[in-house]
């Protein structure tokens, strides 16, 4: 699986498809900061039926504004009632980089003076 790269907030999307999706509610994949366990992303979508059997999901979340490498932990179906099983084959090197995005700083266009109230 391709990698990806983000900037803080920015939306992240991932397509997966996958077979035995009757009856699940939504997919959910989870990322882990390399550093703090603490700090994931989660992305989440309903999946769909194609014309084929096969069953395709577009998972979306966001990036959070923790810099660093996210590596995908788990990847979960979501059936009604809450009940939750792991998919039996996992995101295998899938990393989301959340990098810093570049800003040019603001620059004076004319001259400057102090100002009254």
Known sequence: MANGSYYPG??????????????????RATFVHEKDEDTKIVLSGIP??????????????RATDKL?????IDLAAEYDGGHTIAFRTPLRDAIVLVKEPFVRPPVLVGDWEWASK
């Open 10 to 27: 920015e939306g992240i999307h991932l397509k997966i498809r996958f077979e035995h999706g009757t009856h699940v509610k939504r997919i």
């Open 68 to 72: 660093g490498s996210y590596t995908a």
């Open 48 to 61: 769909n039926e194609q014309e084929d059997g096969k069953w395709l999901a577009i998972l979306s979340g």
